[in-house]
């Protein structure tokens, strides 16, 4: 069922080495591949095929579900809206990303829409990871949207990374927080060649009470480009913070633009933003161990987006 492009797709995406274990629905070149559920968590297809309903149980907790996507069709681009529902209390694990492989001249692309309804007090983890790869030289292009509404007490954290060969991303996150909710997100992003990402991201902390942390690690390369647009809007007392730092190489460009909107005059928001190059000392430092220049690099890299 699962040839060897598919599983070093899923690898890559998902960590995972075959079928996982607990809820899973996996989807290939625009079909459902695979899908099991569990007794907590259930997972429905919409009555068009272009996406899938998870709906988790109040009080379900130590459980995940996985939802990769893969794609290796010669002039695709899929489309899903996937809709998530988390029942009060829970507390759960989702494991998303899509794995492109491409291998002749045509394009390929993804689009997922996932909308998240997190219940009171409920806690999910999402991470999300975008990969493509293959010989082929049609344009590879993945752009997600996840909107996020958190009711009173809920918390997300979000993980969201693309690690290489991804010609065009569009990604827009969105959400909206409710009394006491927290939300955290982590945004990894790697960039080389001619590659375009941009980053578009409006969190509104509706309730009193909420926080919300928005950090961005890019790394530029070749003559790629990033842009990252950040907008906290406050509307009570609440506290929020965004963090982006990039490092350029070669002849990257890079945009960066973090937004502050307080409306409540106890609302309080932060922001720290740069951009710059690898240092020299931590190149000499690595180097003077042993490693090679582009090894130095490397490391250097990796760690900065973990």
Same mark, same amino acid.
């Given at each position: 069922?699962?040839?060897?492009?598919?599983?070093?797709?899923?690898?890559?995406?998902?960590?995972?080495?075959? %079928?996982?274990?607990?809820?899973?629905?996996?989807?290939?070149? =625009? +079909?459902?591949?695979?899908?099991?559920?569990?007794?907590?968590?259930?997972?429905?297809?919409?009555?068009?095929?272009?996406?899938?309903?998870?709906?988790?149980?109040?009080?379900?907790?130590?459980?995940?579900?996985?939802?990769?996507?893969?794609?290796? +069709?010669?002039?695709?681009?899929?489309?899903?809206? @996937?809709?998530?529902?988390?029942?009060?209390?829970?507390?759960?694990?989702?494991?998303?990303?899509?794995?492109?492989?491409?291998? &002749?001249?045509?394009?390929?692309?993804?689009? =997922?829409?996932?909308?998240?309804?997190?219940?009171?007090?409920?806690?999910?983890?999402?991470?999300?990871?975008?990969?493509?790869?293959?010989?082929?030289?049609?344009?590879?292009?993945?752009?997600?949207?996840?909107?996020?509404?958190?009711?009173?007490?809920?918390?997300?954290?979000?993980?969201?990374?693309?690690?290489? &060969?991804?010609?065009?991303?569009?990604?827009?996150?969105?959400?909206?927080?409710?009394?006491?909710?927290?939300?955290?997100?982590?945004?990894?992003?790697?960039?080389?060649?001619?590659?375009?990402?941009?980053?578009?991201?409006?969190?509104?902390?509706? =309730?009193?009470?909420?926080?919300?942390?928005?950090?961005?690690?890019?790394?530029?390369? &070749?003559?790629?480009? +990033?842009?990252?647009?950040?907008?906290?809007?406050?509307?009570?007392?609440?506290?929020?913070?965004?963090?982006?730092?990039?490092?350029?190489?070669?002849?990257?460009?890079?945009?960066?633009?973090?937004?502050?909107?307080?409306?409540?005059?106890?609302?309080?928001?932060?922001?720290?933003?740069?951009?710059?190059?690898?240092?020299?000392?931590?190149?000499?430092?690595?180097?003077? %161990?042993?490693?090679?220049?582009?090894?130095?690099? @490397?490391?250097?890299?990796?760690?900065?987006?973990?």
């Amino acid at each position: 069922m699962l040839d060897a492009i598919d599983k070093e797709l899923l690898a890559a995406v998902a960590d995972l080495e075959g %079928l996982p274990k607990g809820a899973f629905n996996i989807r290939k070149n =625009g +079909q459902l591949l695979k899908r099991e559920v569990t007794a907590n968590i259930d997972i429905e297809s919409h009555a068009d095929g272009q996406g899938i309903t998870v709906t988790i149980k109040p009080g379900t907790v130590n459980e995940s579900v996985h939802i990769p996507v893969i794609l290796s +069709q010669a002039g695709l681009y899929d489309v899903v809206y @996937n809709n998530f529902i988390i029942g009060a209390a829970s507390d759960v694990t989702i494991i998303a990303g899509c794995g492109i492989h491409c291998g &002749g001249l045509a394009p390929e692309g993804h689009a =997922g829409i996932h909308e998240f309804r997190i219940g009171p007090k409920a806690k999910v983890k999402y991470v999300e990871k975008h990969y493509a790869r293959g010989p082929g030289r049609g344009r590879r292009s993945l752009n997600p949207t996840t909107k996020v509404f958190l009711d009173a007490g809920a918390e997300a954290e979000m993980e969201l990374t693309q690690i290489g &060969g991804v010609d065009e991303a569009n990604r827009v996150n969105e959400a909206v927080l409710g009394p006491d909710s927290l939300l955290l997100i982590t945004e990894r992003v790697l960039t080389e060649g001619s590659q375009k990402a941009v980053s578009t991201n409006n969190i509104t902390l509706e =309730g009193a009470g909420s926080r919300a942390n928005m950090i961005s690690r890019s790394v530029i390369k &070749g003559d790629s480009q +990033q842009d990252f647009y950040a907008t906290l809007d406050a509307l009570a007392p609440c506290f929020g913070h965004i963090e982006c730092d990039a490092i350029i190489m070669d002849s990257g460009r890079n945009e960066t633009v973090p937004s502050l909107k307080a409306r409540h005059p106890d609302a309080a928001l932060t922001h720290e933003a740069s951009i710059g190059k690898i240092a020299s000392d931590q190149l000499m430092k690595l180097m003077s %161990l042993g490693l090679t220049y582009d090894e130095a690099v @490397n490391r250097i890299i990796q760690g900065f987006l973990k």
